[in-house]
């Protein structure tokens, strides 16, 4: 829900990418009890085409145990169950070219022998001369399709090995024209995130630096209530305990985070801006594990283990120690503490295969947030602005997921979700109270149709169930509008009480993967949606396209559409507008992707978006209060750089310069509230040796348009001077700079790690505007800076 001052309640939900597994034996030398072995992760191969004069009609698997050596080689290949000769022939020497990212005990790069079944796919009747290329629609080879997920058969180990039981996950065909990616292992080491996975997006292009208290990050310049997060394939609500501290779902749980800007596959829908793809992982399987995090913010803790051979689980808590401190922090001459700023999450995963061909998984998951502050005296500025300030944002989930393999090239993956959201905004005689069930489901089926054509199709179901009620002022344009800001007491207040505010929006998508020849992708694909609250349709069609120049050059581009419902509440007739109709963005990009070595990745992209049907106030503020009168646009460029000289270095770059305007009423465009024309960041971090690691990471970015105070004027009604404005977004705040350190020191005491780390964030003390307050006349104001000099230092235990 987005009501001024509010935060944004909008949710959708789309589809998940198809992965497949793959058997995990450890190598050279027995695993310590107790040690933990991250699985290799496929980076790269070879296409392979199917043997001359070959064209089966059925698929053809070929078994082979690979040893992958601690650079992420394939150092030997041998078959263990044969395809044919022929077809042994091929799949050997496409597996010779294999490139992982090595797995690690710990932090060490180990070798593995690991099982990996290649299918050659059926060859239709009609196609099977001249034989086209077997591989899959991607550069790598095709993911082990359906007899992928189900691992084959461990061989009897070599004398030298040991057996060591777990999964890894081999991603599916890129399928957008832009997948931004952080692995698994820096997911929790890049500087001034406290270690959280969800906010190393930060170094990403495309993402600009959202305010403090702000939600979602915002994307390729569209606003932070026109981009999703997704669990899973679940939406979730917010991403951020009190929309930036840290993020809802413990990041030692996360497999990946994958990052959309835009232009991204029919899977995804309900927003115009880009998705955030958020990946939980399957409990280890070899042994009771656990870790524990202690720091000036929170303390969390995480066990996992086995339950006989096939079932395992996970189970994580946190919780803010803010509180113990907050209530020094907080001017005793405006506020006294009633309920310092709390919040806690919690995790638990439990995951089951049934027999080869089928998987459980169940997740129940959670977060809630709390405050209360009471004013000891009016504002002097505001004198609505009395008695307490009270907040408490929270849900709760059920998650069940099921993944099944039924024949070669045919998988399901089936997911529900149930669970309760609740929400309370309180100003004094101001408040928003709404609270409900949510129920998200998807059905998803992928088709291996021939080697060159594959198929995705699938329905989704996201739906809330909600009453409330709102006493505040009269809702107007949030976005590009300073009168939202004005003080309370000049405000027309409006009070509204609803029960059964049912939103359910169904929705159905398709895509097809076709490969004309063996180094062009083309990805059409379409999606529709029903807003059950406006009724109101959207249709969809999107193109993606990806040329292969070898083995490390891709070139791609993508075209499409991609609508979303204005939020739920302005279809209630007292605060909004039921008549309103879905807004929608025609996404264009087109960019490049370079490989050198294993060493550096690079690449650039452009990109263009026209907004149209957009959601505007009323232009005199009357009733209805909104209208679809506006429009905007957003272009620019984006440079990254992700740079790996060994495996105890890794950088990133990343640069985006970009413009993002709207227009109100066919007026004459603007800046959006949120436009930052430069963005870069730059990360370094290295492993020392003997446990020390050290990490920093910079940020230059422009500063934040915003309206200027011209003046004021005397309410006599009131007794307060409401402020009148210059030209909306004519002026910008100075320059963001900001310098991160991380150190991390570990220490080894036989299974078990601890590790003493400091992040301290904005190490030199910049004084960053985020804006201006003013005085009761607006006749002088004064800067309010962003985040001062914060040392976070922590205690973490692993074993």
Same mark, same amino acid.
């Given at each position: ?33 107790? #040690? %933990?072995?991250? $699985? =290799?992760?496929?980076?790269? *191969?070879?296409?392979? !085409?199917? @043997? ?5 009609? +059925? ?79 991607? #550069? %790598?080879?095709? $993911? =082990?399709?359906?007899?992928? *997920?189900?691992?084959? !058969?461990? @061989? ?5 090995? +040991? ?10 065909p890129p399928r957008e024209t832009t997948k931004r990616s952080i692995p ?289 002022p009269v809702p107007t344009q949030y976005e590009g509008n300073p009168r ?283 004084k960053n505007p985020q804006g201006y307050t003013y005085n009761y006349d ?22």
């Open positions: 829900m987005r009501v001024p001052g509010f935060r944004t309640l909008l949710v959708a939900w789309a589809a998940s990418a198809v992965t497949s597994t793959y058997a995990l034996r450890l190598a050279a030398e027995p695993t310590p009890a107790g #040690a %933990a072995v991250t $699985p =290799p992760r496929l980076l790269q *191969a070879p296409a392979v !085409e199917h @043997p001359v004069g070959e064209a089966p009609r +059925e698929p053809v698997s070929v078994e082979l145990e690979l040893t992958v050596d601690a650079s992420g080689r394939v150092s030997s290949a041998r078959v263990t169950r044969s395809g044919g000769a022929d077809f042994d022939e091929k799949a050997l020497s496409a597996a010779r070219g294999f490139e992982f990212e090595p797995a690690r005990r710990g932090d060490e790069p180990v070798a593995v022998t690991i099982g990996y079944r290649y299918v050659f796919p059926a060859v239709a009747v009609q196609e099977a001369s001249p034989e086209p290329p077997a591989s899959a629609p991607s #550069a %790598a080879p095709p $993911p =082990p399709s359906a007899s992928a *997920a189900s691992v084959p !058969e461990t @061989p009897a180990p070599r004398p030298e090995l +040991e057996t060591f039981e777990a999964t890894a996950e081999v991603e599916a698994e292992a820096e997911l929790t080491k890049i500087p001034g995130t406290r270690g959280d996975a969800l906010r190393a997006i930060e170094v990403l292009p495309g993402v600009a630096r959202t305010g403090v208290g702000d939600g979602t990050p915002i994307v390729r310049g569209a606003g932070s209530d026109e981009s999703q997060t997704y669990l899973d394939g679940i939406p979730v609500p917010f991403l951020y305990h009190f929309g930036g501290v840290t993020s809802f779902f413990n990041s030692r749980l996360l497999s990946r985070v994958d990052l959309y800007p835009g232009n991204f596959s029919s899977r995804f829908g309900r927003v115009t801006g880009g998705v955030i793809d958020v990946r939980a992982r399957d409990p280890k399987s070899d042994g009771f594990h656990g870790n524990f995090d202690l720091n000036f913010i929170d303390a969390s803790a995480e066990v996992e283990a086995p339950i006989g051979k096939d079932t395992s689980f996970a189970l994580a808590g946190r919780r803010s120690v803010i509180d113990l401190v907050y209530s020094s922090l907080v001017p005793k001459d405006t506020f006294s503490v009633v309920t310092a700023p709390v919040y806690y999450d919690y995790q638990g995963i439990f995951s089951h295969r049934f027999g080869a061909h089928h998987r459980l998984r169940v997740l129940a998951y959670g977060s809630h947030d709390a405050l209360k502050l009471v004013f000891n005296d009016p504002n002097e500025q505001d004198p609505g602005l009395t008695g307490s300030v009270q907040g408490a944002l929270g849900f709760h989930r059920l998650q069940a997921e099921l993944h099944s393999d039924f024949a070669p090239g045919l998988s399901q993956d089936v997911t529900v979700a149930v669970g309760r959201i609740d929400s309370l905004q309180r100003f004094g005689a101001l408040d928003q109270i709404f609270g409900g069930e949510e129920v998200h489901a998807r059905g998803e089926w992928n088709f291996e149709l021939t080697q060159s054509l594959h198929a995705i199709a699938g329905v989704d179901l996201y739906s809330m169930f909600l009453d409330g009620e709102y006493r505040g939202d800001g004005d003080p309370l007491a000049a405000q027309r207040v409006v009070s509204v009480k609803r029960s059964n505010i049912d939103i359910v929006r169904p929705g159905a998508y398709a895509e097809l993967g076709y490969r004309p020849v063996k180094s062009l992708l083309l990805l059409p694909g379409v999606r529709a949606d029903y807003y059950s609250e406006f009724k109101a349709w959207s249709l969809d069609p999107r193109l993606t396209a990806r040329l292969e120049l070898g083995e490390s050059t891709v070139l791609k581009a993508g075209a499409g559409r991609y609508s979303q419902p204005p939020q739920f509440w302005m279809s209630i007739p007292e605060v909004g507008n039921p008549n309103l109709e879905p807004y929608y963005a025609w996404q264009y990009s087109a960019g490049f992707e370079q490989r050198v070595g294993k060493v550096l990745k690079f690449g650039a992209e452009g990109f263009y978006k026209s907004l149209r049907n957009v959601v505007d106030g009323s232009a005199d503020g009357s009733s209805p209060q909104f209208v679809n009168g506006g429009s905007g646009r957003i272009y620019g460029g984006e440079l990254s750089a992700e740079f790996r000289p060994d495996d105890r270095t890794f950088g990133y770059l990343a640069y985006t310069l970009s413009r993002s305007e709207r227009s109100d009423h066919g007026g004459p465009y603007r800046l959006f509230d949120y436009d930052q024309t430069h963005i870069l960041s730059v990360v370094l971090s290295r492993r020392l040796g003997k446990g020390w690691e050290l990490g920093a990471r910079f940020r230059l970015v422009s500063g934040n348009p915003y309206t200027p105070v011209t003046g004021s004027v005397f309410d006599a009604r009131t007794g307060i001077y409401v402020p009148t404005y210059g030209a909306v977004n004519s002026q910008r705040n100075a320059l963001f700079q900001e310098l991160d350190v991380r150190v991390e020191k570990g220490f080894k005491i036989g299974a078990f790690t601890l590790a003493i780390y400091l992040d301290l964030q904005n190490a030199y003390n910049a607006y006749s002088k104001r004064e800067q309010a800076n962003g985040l001062p000099l914060f040392p976070n230092l922590g205690l973490r235990g692993e074993w």
